[in-house]
């Protein structure tokens, strides 16, 4: 129904129209402020729509409870991460040394630093024997393998160019690169910085001709040789005073003469260097320690190279002319005891140990004992002298034989019976003049023998010299008590008894000195590395 306003009144304001709002099911939609009705619904009947089923709701899950599940997802990670703190306290704690020795074994790389080898020389400071640079030659088998190196053959290519440098049969340094679980051989040890720049310049060459754009297969057959700085002894006067330096062996220490007898103090003491490394090299930044090495000490003998020399000639030569096996040469200062000079022939040269004859590498000076002959009928006459028995000029008639013991002696020569004083019996070396001035020491002949022999081990037979040398002989005296019937009238000559030629040499220093004994020395002193000049000890006292 529409309202009507009286005439020439104000038309009344017009309601603004709203959206109309669906209402939901079950309820009524208003527009404004009035409420619609809902139309009735028709009579069920023709022209009508059968009416509508009700609407169903839909089905409503109902959700289980999530605490049981949360616990459940959060035990596992509780257990991981129990077991890492676990692990974590057995590493850190428990087990802690054992991981840390295993890391600093990997970690860090430790060297030993090899002490430089003492100098020998002569008493006036010339070098006898001295070391220089070096290196071992060593490879790596694992980079000569197919895999690594690409040559199904490069043991043996890299032996066939490696040989005639290193002068080894080809065969066993191919052998030595083939050891493929190991990544580290020695093929040669104590070589000259030239062989090692010869293999230099040879992995140049076949490095540059491996490189792909000269057509080769880009593998170094020589990339797996690699050097160790070492040191090589050597002896610059070749075979003079070999005998008394004697060698080292190959792994640089002393194996004869003074290189052995006096090793402690020529080797010196290694040190040690300790570093981080990585991949197999140095870690700048991070420093190192260790304990420096400490070079040997020079040895200076007693001996003069020029005394020396002249002796060894003149050896040599004499073996040479009388086609001995072997003679010696000892020159001694009487007054001091100290040994000039001492020579063997034949020798060695031991800057080459594998072309010496193993039967002349010792020093026969000190090492060979021998009957000294006539040579020691001046301690049979010194100890008549000292006694008193004689006097030089004491008369003794000598017959043409002696009938002593089991034996007839008799002197070098047949003779008429000689008249001599005890000066001519020792000028013509009268075996059987000695027989009967030594006969005088003693009133009986046992006597003698004891006399005789106190004097003999006073001039030092039977002892050794006090050199300390290794293999020294000490000669051969027996007991006066064990001498036999016939070593009662030889040993006052020089049979039955031996020594060593330096023993002779002493008996003649010792009368040249006045009849006092002054023991021999070697070795003058030491000059350690602070370059400090130590004396040797004296001689010992005469007896």
């Not at 402020?33 to 009735?40: G, M, Q």
């Not at 459940?72 to 802690?96: E, N, Y």
């Not at 330096?245 to 080797?267: F, H, I, Q």
Request: net charge positive; proline share 10%.
């Amino acid at each position: 129904m529409t309202e009507q306003c009286p005439p020439g009144a104000p038309a009344p304001p017009r309601p603004r129209s709203r959206p109309a709002r669906l209402a939901p099911a079950g309820r009524a939609a208003s527009v404004g402020t009035r409420t619609a009705r809902p139309a009735p619904r028709p009579a069920a009947g023709a022209g009508r729509p059968a009416p509508r089923p009700p609407a169903r709701r839909p089905r409503t899950i109902k959700l289980g409870n999530p605490r049981p599940r949360l616990r459940l997802v959060s035990l596992g990670p509780t257990l991981v991460m129990l077991v890492f703190v676990v692990r974590l306290l057995q590493v850190q704690a428990v087990d802690a040394d054992a991981y840390a020795a295993k890391a600093d074994k990997y970690r860090f790389q430790e060297y030993t630093l090899s002490a430089e080898r003492g100098e020998i020389t002569d008493r006036n400071g010339i070098a006898l024997a001295a070391s220089v640079d070096a290196y071992d030659i060593t490879a790596d088998p694992k980079l000569f393998t197919p895999e690594e190196s690409k040559v199904a053959d490069a043991p043996e290519q890299a032996a066939a160019l490696l040989a005639p440098i290193l002068g080894k049969p080809p065969a066993e340094l191919a052998k030595k690169l083939r050891t493929p679980k190991s990544r580290y051989t020695l093929l040669a040890r104590k070589q000259t910085p030239q062989v090692w720049n010869q293999i230099k310049d040879l992995k140049k060459v076949y490095g540059q001709k491996s490189q792909p754009a000269a057509g080769g297969n880009g593998i170094n057959l020589l990339g797996g040789i690699l050097s160790e700085p070492s040191t090589k002894r050597v002896y610059p006067n070749g075979e003079l005073a070999a005998g008394i330096l004697g060698y080292v062996n190959a792994e640089g220490r002393g194996a004869g003469g003074l290189e052995s007898m006096l090793d402690p103090r020529l080797a010196g003491k290694d040190g040690k260097i300790r570093f981080t490394q990585s991949g197999g090299r140095q870690v700048p930044t991070a420093g190192s320690q260790g304990t420096p090495a400490v070079p040997g000490s020079n040895i200076e003998p007693t001996i003069d190279r020029d005394i020396q020399w002249a002796a060894q000639q003149a050896i040599t030569e004499q073996v040479e002319k009388s086609r001995a096996d072997r003679g010696y040469v000892i020159v001694q200062d009487t007054r001091t005891g100290e040994v000039l000079a001492m020579a063997n022939a034949p020798g060695f040269d031991p800057n080459d140990l594998s072309a010496a004859n193993a039967a002349s590498m010792g020093n026969a000076a000190l090492q060979d004992a021998y009957e000294p002959g006539s040579t020691s009928k001046v301690m049979s006459m010194a100890a008549v002298l000292e006694e008193g028995k004689a006097a030089p000029d004491t008369h003794v008639t000598v017959p043409n034989r002696l009938h002593r013991g089991d034996r007839l002696f008799k002197d070098d020569i047949d003779h008429p019976t000689w008249y001599l004083t005890l000066n001519g019996v020792l000028a013509k070396s009268s075996n059987i003049g000695t027989i009967l001035a030594t006969g005088r020491l003693g009133a009986t002949q046992a006597e003698s023998n004891k006399v005789l022999h106190s004097y003999l081990r006073k001039f030092g037979i039977g002892s050794p010299t006090g050199l300390g040398y290794p293999g020294e002989t000490p000669g051969i005296l027996a007991r006066p008590g064990d001498w036999s019937t016939s070593q009662q009238y030889t040993i006052p000559f020089g049979q039955g008894l031996s020594v060593n030629a330096m023993q002779a040499a002493s008996v003649y220093s010792t009368i040249a000195n006045g009849g006092v004994r002054v023991a021999p020395t070697l070795v003058r002193g030491t000059k350690g590395p602070d370059g400090r000049f130590a004396p040797a000890p004296g001689p010992r006292s005469p007896e």
